[in-house]
């Protein structure tokens, strides 16, 4: 698949779209076959600049909460491969591709490829994002460092800044580049994401590790209450269960504010608080609360219990039976 027609950087296109089927069509004729779909219904709302400079493409793109997704047919269909840079500028999305999970937030970006499926779900209103489309053919100095990269958010510091910096002035109305300039920031913009590239020692960076997704952290919630009761039910369990590094899942609950084990001993303790009160559940044991939200006896629960509230179990029963 060859690169959408653009203007060249001395031109803007600009468009405005207000429905998912504005947003469609104009991303299949802007710019790739994606499936397109809003999150927020209610508010609908996608603003894009595109310039084209030598054999590459630029748009920034301001928008509600939107999901685009290129299915494995469409990527089949491609007639030559496209890499996709994305700088997050407001906001923060999350980039999916062969099985990784890149969390974007300002002052990160990241590579993917359109020759493979792929999901790019905007997850804040009103945000922003510049997206490079640059053909594989170009990528001449990129070499060993695109597998190990593709899907994985990366610092926006230093090198990457740059070549930002550089592709954002053509989206400028003012701003004008003959043929042979055109030429000069693509390459140059393929050597800073190189030099990018090499400094990258580990991918899973501190810029993504503190961003968080929305989705994710609603799922491993409903995990944890499903699995409530169960004694076992560790950081590592998690973890596994989502297929994530322990460290990973510390750096999750880390935003907010707290450990994993601090988050479910949290939540038992407030089920044991309820029952407690509910005069429903009178005829229920303290060993049987302890039992039924996870705890491994009934001095456990009395002692996690009185550090929380303060008071033993049966003095709660006593004095706030409803």
Known sequence: MNLPSAPGADRLHESHVQSLDQLTQMVHENFYE???HYTTPDRCHTRALAARFKDSLVSMVDTTPVMFSRTRDASARSESGTFKIMWQIVGQSCIEQGGREAMLVPGTWAVYDSTRPYS?????PDSRFVVLFLPQSEAYAWGP????????????KGTAEVALSAIGRLLDDQFSLDSAGQMVVQDSVVSLLAAAMRQTENADTAAQSRAVNPRKLEQIRAFIVEHISEPDLSAERIAQAFSMSRRSLYYLFDRMGQTPHAYVLGLRLEAARKSLGDARQADKTITQR???????DA????RAFHERFGMSPSSWRVQHRM
């Open 34 to 36: 994606l499936e397109c």
């Open 299 to 302: 001095a456990h629960l009395s």
């Open 290 to 296: 302890a039992y039924e939200f996870g705890f491994s």
């Open 120 to 124: 790019v779900n905007v997850l804040e």
């Open 145 to 156: 460092e695109i597998p190990r990269l593709i899907g994985t958010a990366l610092s926006g």
